[in-house]
């Protein structure tokens, strides 16, 4: 994938530039100080994935990434956990906490391989008639048999979203609120723009986040009352 970095702070360039470096899926294209540059720059140069600070002076991270095509995947990266919530509303494909992990930078960028992948292909993958306790999702060709209660959470992604299960992950063509539309509504909760949770797998939570094993799941603040107020009665 073809790639730019956009941050103001030329360490934090640097270190993600490292990265990029050693990761063969990815293509440096160039590495800008403000969204302005990388603007006028991807007018005349197709950019796959941006790896993009949220906060930058003159127009921030998150008001660039409302300004981009769909198809030009972004990774924010950002010094505040805080930020999290933003880039869902974004339909980012992840954010990186500052200084950056590889490891958990080879996890987005695998993340963002496969749903370029997907661009790519242009499948129409699609959900067939729902059963008591399961439910087939094409995806890659293939019919998945998805039973309700195997489903940690489901993730949307701009057009698609991704069906987290405790041993893989199904990714299928579909809307996040039409999948919510088919979901039993006395186990599954609407937690943010881009996750639907399924509360019997929830370890733990607090005041802004729900626990899956080893997933950390945001709590919009739009949602937030709603998700107190049917958790506590479906307990």
Do not use: W
Not at 92 to 101: E, G, N, R, S, W
Not at 170 to 188: G, Q, S, W, Y
Request: with cysteine; glycine share 2%; net charge negative.
């Amino acid at each position: 994938m073809n790639c730019i970095i956009v941050d103001d702070e030329p360490l934090a360039r640097e270190a993600i530039e490292i990265l990029v470096k050693d990761t063969s899926q990815l293509n440096l294209l160039g590495m800008f100080n403000n969204a302005l540059s990388a603007s006028k720059f991807m007018e005349e140069h197709p950019v796959d994935l941006i790896f993009l600070d949220i906060q930058m002076p003159g127009i921030s991270g998150i008001e660039f990434a409302r300004t981009i095509s769909k198809r030009t995947l972004v990774i924010f990266t950002t010094a505040y956990t805080e930020y999290a919530l933003d880039s869902y509303e974004v339909d980012a494909i992840d954010y990186l906490i500052k200084p950056v992990d590889p490891d958990r930078f080879m996890k987005a960028v695998n993340k963002a391989t496969s749903y370029h992948s997907l661009l790519l292909t242009g499948e129409k993958e699609n959900i067939e008639p729902v059963n008591a306790e399961y439910f087939f999702v094409k995806s890659e060709r293939r019919y998945f048999r998805i039973y309700y209660k195997d489903i940690l959470f489901i993730e949307g992604l701009k057009d698609y979203v991704i069906i987290q299960l405790a041993d893989q992950r199904v990714i299928t063509r579909m809307n996040l609120k039409n999948i919510f539309e088919l979901l039993p509504k006395h186990d599954f909760l609407r937690v943010n723009k881009s996750y639907i949770v399924n509360t019997i797998h929830i370890d733990s939570f607090d005041n802004n986040d729900i626990f899956i094993r080893t997933h950390e799941i945001a709590i919009g603040n739009t949602y937030r009352d709603a998700f107190f107020d049917a958790f506590m009665k479906m307990g």
